[in-house]
């Protein structure tokens, strides 16, 4: 029972595998204590016609703006679903959204700190079709929930400029 359903879901959908490279700028709450990064990712995908569905992992060490060992690490994993608004056969301009769990550690000399918060993804971006295998560039923006005491969230905002590559099988 279960192949009559995955077979034409693995005949009219693909698989894909990729990753991302891009810089990230920390704006709200980040950014006044931390400089612009490298962002790293890897990603696994699942498309059908216009829909995407992606799980990332995402890796971003921002360094602190004052003259000393100061460095947070940023380790997130995220479920997004992009739709493309435009579809031409070789090329679209996707929108994406979906939550994500960030990991933080903050090293200043020899001492360090973790912590987490939740967050949430929404972007858009050029993508190039090849078959299934795709080419994007884009703009991301990641927001950051925690909470700040008296029942309040801090919010921080982390926007990002990506281009990635992603391979069907």
Same mark, same amino acid.
């Given at each position: 029972?279960?192949?009559?359903?995955?077979?034409?879901?693995?005949?009219?959908?693909?698989?894909?595998?990729?990753?991302?490279?891009?810089?990230?700028?920390?704006?709200?709450?980040?950014?006044?204590?931390?400089?612009?990064?490298?962002?790293?990712?890897?990603?696994?995908?699942?498309?059908?016609? &216009?829909? &995407?569905?992606?799980?990332?992992?995402?890796?971003?060490?921002?360094?602190? @703006?004052?003259?000393?060992?100061?460095?947070?690490?940023?380790?997130? =994993?995220?479920?997004?679903?992009?739709?493309? =608004?435009?579809?031409?056969?070789?090329?679209?301009?996707?929108?994406?959204?979906?939550?994500?769990?960030?990991?933080?550690? @903050? &090293?200043?000399?020899?001492?360090?700190?973790?912590? @987490?918060?939740?967050?949430?993804?929404?972007?858009?971006?050029?993508?190039?079709?090849?078959?299934?295998?795709? =080419?994007?560039?884009?703009?991301?923006?990641?927001?950051?929930?925690?909470?700040?005491?008296?029942?309040?969230?801090?919010?921080?905002?982390?926007?990002?400029?990506?281009?990635?590559?992603?391979?069907?099988?």
């Amino acid at each position: 029972m279960l192949s009559l359903v995955l077979v034409p879901a693995l005949l009219f959908a693909g698989f894909d595998v990729g990753g991302r490279v891009g810089a990230a700028f920390p704006v709200s709450g980040l950014g006044t204590h931390h400089g612009s990064s490298a962002l790293l990712a890897a990603q696994a995908a699942f498309a059908s016609g &216009r829909t &995407r569905v992606e799980l990332a992992f995402t890796f971003i060490s921002l360094p602190g @703006r004052q003259n000393s060992p100061y460095r947070m690490d940023l380790n997130e =994993l995220s479920l997004t679903c992009g739709y493309e =608004l435009l579809h031409r056969p070789t090329w679209g301009i996707e929108a994406y959204a979906g939550p994500g769990y960030a990991l933080a550690r @903050r &090293r200043y000399g020899s001492g360090s700190e973790t912590g @987490r918060a939740p967050t949430v993804h929404a972007g858009a971006g050029i993508v190039q079709h090849e078959g299934r295998s795709r =080419l994007s560039l884009g703009l991301g923006n990641c927001l950051f929930i925690e909470p700040a005491g008296n029942g309040r969230l801090a919010l921080s905002d982390i926007v990002s400029l990506r281009a990635g590559v992603a391979y069907a099988f």
